[in-house]
């Protein structure tokens, strides 16, 4: 094998980032697309269809909300445990809708499942805000279902319901509810107006709620929700990121005027850095469940149209800012990457971050091309097919075009996870063992060496380390575990790259 200096490994890792040559690897994007959809019918909650495709998944949670007289079926599971975290499942319902409201052109007939997809969320959530006053924020008591190895359909731990109220309010979750159906009611509005209607509607009712009763679920809730998904950036981003939807769904200038008069609070907040400290002012190099700010710089910028022509507006500013920051040739780049070239950010399941600020990347892209325009890192000139390339290395990356050659999709290619992190997935499935799996009986399953008996099709782990490692182990579920927050990016990016190979 030949052996190449430290900085000429680094110039060779570049320079087939830029240029998007890797090894000549062909993917058959549709598939993954296809795939990458399916994944969430393994993680759906309460009574399945007849059209349910994964067949090992079964019947599970059925009286959810039930204790306290409110219908609360339905919805998803997060990642690989049993409970309903409704603030992760609402960003993961609006980059679903945003793959279909930017991408769906591309997708031929995944379209329809990439919808059903988003119904199966926009269902729950119209029951978790069905009762005025009061927003649904979890099912599922954390302490207890990570006490447990167990199969979705022999749950028997807590199913503890969390509500937010004027007196106990949850901003953040309940703005991110609002995001999420005022999103999915564009992705609605070309094939189902009334359904879209019924969502904006009730999209619109929630960030009121959540506007009007201002305060953080970590306050009201935080013993139940800390430390599995904190809000570490406050609600406010949020709020912003809702009134960009509603905006974008029903063109009323209000919502505009509130994202313009409330984003410079944004700059406020505090993001960690490498070594952990505590900066302010970097919020706009941040995307995922917890932080919106990047997304809504890029969401609004597409808006702004005249304005977009000039970098001195602030979101566009900001927007840029945020393509800088992850551009490896840049001298402004802020995020890691390995030495086969996946993006890497501080903090857990870091595919989130890739797949999350690659959809970004390929969204900005199309603002560029709508202005004909560059953009300016230092003395490094990025253009609109430089986002694409980079955003079309990260994808390729998950497919095979890494060091290990293998697919970090279950199900995808001829090699891939074969042990995650998945309690439905690693037990055998009721078809195959029909007696109860209590609490304590599956841990032998957990322990096994065995390759899960259930292929959760579709599922995106957490990915290898930064030196593109990969253990396959049930245990280390920092890379083994998949999330929905992973995936619902990667399908819009899947989308574009089907048509745009």
Known sequence: ?????????????????????????????????????????????????????????????????????????????DAGDNVKFNFPMAFSTTMLSWSVVEFGKYMGQEQLNALDAIKWATDYFLK??????FVYVQVGDPYSDHNCWERPEDMDTLRTTFAASKHFPASEVSAEIAAALASAALAFRPMNRAYSARLLKRARMIFEFADAFRGSYNEALGPWVCPFYCDYSGYEDEL???????????????YMDYVLNNITNLEKILVK???????????????????????????????????????????????????CSVLPESPTVSVSYS?????????????????AMS?????????????????????????????????????????????????YMVGYGKKFPQKIHHRGSSLPSVDAHQDRIDCKDGSSYFGSGTPNPNLLVGAVVGGPDVKDGYSDSRADFVHSEPTTYINAPLVGLLAYFRSHP
């Open 359 to 407: 959809f970004l990347l390929l969204a900005y892209s199309r603002v560029l091309n709508q202005v004909k325009r560059d953009i300016h890192c230092g003395n490094v000139v990025a253009t609109s097919a430089r986002l694409v390339k980079l955003a079309k290395t990260q994808v390729d990356y998950i497919l095979g075009s890494n060091p290990l050659n293998m697919s």
């Open 128 to 133: 978790c805000t069905s009762i005025p006053g």
């Open 273 to 323: 850095d490498n070594n952990g400290i505590s900066n302010p002012g970097r919020s706009f190099a941040e995307f995922g469940w917890d932080n919106k700010n990047a997304g809504i710089n890029v969401l609004v910028s597409r808006m702004l149209n005249s304005s977009i022509s000039s970098s001195s507006n602030p979101i566009v500013r900001d927007a840029e800012r945020f393509v």
């Open 1 to 77: 094998m030949l052996s190449f200096p430290p900085f000429l490994r680094r110039f060779l890792i570049l320079m087939v980032m830029i240029t998007g040559l890797g090894l000549g690897n062909c993917y058959d994007y549709n598939d993954a697309l296809g795939k990458s959809i399916l994944f969430f019918e393994g993680q759906r909650s309460g009574k399945l269809p007849s059209s349910q495709r994964l067949r090992w998944r079964k019947d599970s949670a059925l009286r959810d909300g039930f204790q306290i007289g409110v219908d609360l079926v339905g919805g998803y599971y």
């Open 240 to 254: 912003i990121w809702a009134a960009a939807w509603l905006y974008k769904a029903t063109k009323k200038p209000s």
């Open 339 to 355: 030495p086969g070239g996946l993006l890497f950010k501080p903090g857990g399941s870091n595919m989130q971050h890739t797949t």
